[in-house]
């Protein structure tokens, strides 16, 4: 499996959005230690608070890659970003994309890389030669995170599920299955770009057999209740063998996303259905928890939506961002 050296140099190019930089953001929040700096095209550009640099400062403080860090609705490269991007590859950086539109769909940046013996990394299609799933059993143990709905916070609970279970001194790795989780991790598989019958056999390469006490946390995708992309949970289920699965739910959300005429379903059918699609590869699966995000209501109201939810299912419920995720690390531990 390719890996993408660090550290970084965050391109956020001349975005205006904040939401447009949460790649960027994410990597930051995450890895922070693995951030040079960030470049700008534009001085009123939306910023990480990171130091401004230059490609020839950024390669002289040891930046290995440079990560285009922002999206936008098309995919598609700026042809005005071309200028910097050339200008890493000559300096000898790397370069990581998560658009759509491929790096190495540009022939003179490929030749140009080639050229300076550096690597273009479009994240969207790195992916290695991969066999259909098995379900063959294998060791190690692993989580999976998986949601209501999505957009709810499975990328988010994992990388918060990996630095509480490391405090508590347990053997613990996020395995990344999105775009800006493999730049967060430097390594791991965009599922929305892999082909069905392969969905569940890249997960199996994703997180192989390992020592008994090291666990994989898998970053989930989508819902088994989204009708767009419940084939990519399903496959992710089949493929992580899970031994615990986290359910993550934004409280009070109305519908499914983008999807206003299909209802939420209820907690206890999201564990229901969720649990009995990870026994066919993983019998004596177990749910160790609930990561909400409550950001819609008051510090009282979410506490007391926990609690209820803690009472009816026995395992622990928080909110990552507003109280943390130690307890549900330290149940993991106790029961896992």
């Given at each position: ?32 230690d693995s951030c040079v700096g960030q470049i700008r095209l534009a001085a009123d550009s939306v910023s990480l608070g990171l130091e401004d640099m230059d490609i020839a400062t950024a390669k002289a403080r040891g930046a290995k890659t440079m990560v285009l860090g922002t999206a936008n609705s ?170 615990l699965l986290v359910m993550c739910h934004e409280l009070g959300r109305p519908h499914m996303r983008h999807l206003p005429h299909q209802p939420m379903p209820t907690l206890r059918q999201c564990v229901d259905t969720n649990l009995a699609a990870a026994r066919l590869t993983s019998p004596n ?52």
């Amino acid at each position: 499996m390719q890996h993408i050296p660090m550290p970084y140099l965050l391109f956020l190019g001349d975005v205006m959005d904040p939401l447009a930089a949460k790649t960027a953001r994410g990597i930051h929040v995450w890895r922070p230690d693995s951030c040079v700096g960030q470049i700008r095209l534009a001085a009123d550009s939306v910023s990480l608070g990171l130091e401004d640099m230059d490609i020839a400062t950024a390669k002289a403080r040891g930046a290995k890659t440079m990560v285009l860090g922002t999206a936008n609705s098309g995919g598609k490269l700026p042809t005005h970003w071309l200028d910097s991007i050339k200008t890493a590859i000559v300096a000898g950086m790397n370069v990581a994309n998560g658009l759509h539109q491929g790096l190495n769909d540009i022939p003179e940046l490929v030749e140009l890389a080639n050229t300076h013996q550096v690597a273009l990394f479009d994240v969207r299609h790195m992916r290695p030669a991969l066999d259909t799933g098995t379900g063959i059993k294998r060791s190690g143990k692993r989580l999976l995170t998986v949601g209501t709905d999505c957009s709810v916070g499975k990328m988010y609970t994992s990388l918060a599920l990996e630095a509480a279970m490391q405090e508590l001194d347990i053997n613990a790795e996020f395995r990344a299955t999105g775009q800006t989780g493999v730049l967060v991790a430097g390594a791991g598989i965009a599922i929305d770009a892999v082909i069905a019958d392969f969905i569940s056999g890249a997960v199996e390469a994703l997180s192989p057999a390992n020592d008994e006490h090291h666990w994989d946390i898998i970053e989930g995708q989508g819902s088994l209740y989204h009708p767009s992309f419940a084939g990519v949970s399903m496959g992710l289920i089949h493929g992580a063998q899970a031994h615990l699965l986290v359910m993550c739910h934004e409280l009070g959300r109305p519908h499914m996303r983008h999807l206003p005429h299909q209802p939420m379903p209820t907690l206890r059918q999201c564990v229901d259905t969720n649990l009995a699609a990870a026994r066919l590869t993983s019998p004596n699966v177990k749910l160790a928890g609930f990561s909400l995000n409550t950001s819609g209501v008051s510090e009282e109201e979410a506490l007391t939506a926990l609690a209820a939810i803690t009472t009816e299912f026995g395992v622990p419920a928080t909110d990552p961002v507003r109280f943390g995720i130690k307890e549900m690390a330290q149940w993991i531990k106790d029961n896992g």
